[in-house]
């Protein structure tokens, strides 16, 4: 299938580079914490370029998108998406956006509510202050440590991203293995964007606003997630009326990793109902 690659230009300048494979209805794929559009994994991607014209980002910060040392906000990279989409002639689309990328989702959904036809929440939060706690030193694996390389960070990150089964088995170390080959040939994530992304998580919150979302919403979560737990989930389903909620056993953080059709066919065939 073609694939369309180019930039958008955000409101402050920075250039927002983004993919388009697949078509159909347009889904836009919003990443996580400090990852480029490279992190999906092409398993998963393939999977959902055959249901919907599938718009990869890479967030600021990240991949060959600029990436400016500058105070960063949730809001600012909602607003991004909203950049990439009229760049790309997109009135409305479904938006699937994961953990930090899912939190830009919600805001997009508040901050753009008229563009937004389904709405995917995959393990993520609304905020600090009313999610379900979380091991600190977990999520402080996410961030690099003086002295490692990429790939030293990237693993130890992955160690806590991913689900017990997944670490374990076979053809999960096979994926990591491959995953961190494919990234290292994208351009790197710089210290400095792991520091503004945690910055604009931590000063971030919509909890209060969830009742707000009148998009179909699912949110999906799986329940070995060690760094934004599954009552999460909860939280949001119970904020957002209406919503529905997929939980994948034996499943971490990186559920579109670790089991990419599921991740694929429960959230498109959601979503394929939206008008």
């Known amino acids: 299938m073609a694939t369309t690659r180019d930039y958008a230009t955000a409101k402050d300048g920075v250039k927002l580079r983004y993919e388009i494979r ?8 919003i990443m996580g914490f400090s990852g480029s559009s490279r992190g999906w994994g092409e398993p998963f991607v393939a999977g959902m370029e055959k249901r919907y014209r599938t718009i990869l980002i890479d967030n600021r910060g990240t991949g060959e998108s600029d990436k400016p040392d500058v105070p960063c906000t949730i809001a600012t990279m909602a607003d991004d998406v909203a950049v990439v989409l009229d760049h790309a002639k997109i009135d409305r689309a479904h ?14 959904a508040l901050r753009h509510p008229e563009r937004v036809r389904g709405l995917v929440l ?5 905020g600090m202050a009313h999610s379900a706690p ?14 490692m390389t990429p790939e030293e960070s990237a693993r130890v ?23 961190l080959e494919e990234t290292a040939k994208y351009p790197i994530t710089p210290m400095h964007t792991f520091t503004r992304q945690m910055e604009a998580v931590q000063g971030w919150d919509c909890y209060e606003r969830l009742g707000q979302i009148k998009a179909p919403t699912l949110i999906i979560h799986g329940d070995d997630d060690k760094l934004l737990p599954h ?39 959601f979503v394929a109902s939206a008008k």
Not at 22 to 29: E, M, N, V
Not at 134 to 147: D, F, I, R, S
Not at 237 to 249: D, L, P, Y
């Open 22 to 29: 697949g078509s159909g209805d347009p889904l836009a794929l």
């Open 95 to 108: 938006i699937y956006g994961i953990s930090m990328g899912g939190m830009i989702a919600q805001e997009f």
């Open 122 to 126: 995959g393990c993520t939060m609304c």
């Open 134 to 147: 979380t091991n600190p030193e977990n999520v402080a694996k996410l961030m690099p440590q003086p002295g």
């Open 157 to 179: 990150a992955f160690s806590v991203a991913c689900g017990t089964a997944f670490l374990n088995s076979k053809h999960g170390q096979d994926f990591i293995n491959h995953q």
């Open 231 to 269: 009552p999460n989930a909860e939280i949001l389903q119970k904020r957002i009326a209406g919503s529905k909620v997929h939980i994948m056993k034996g499943i971490g953080h990186m559920f579109f990793w670790e089991a990419p059709e599921e991740s694929v066919r429960v959230p498109a065939d």
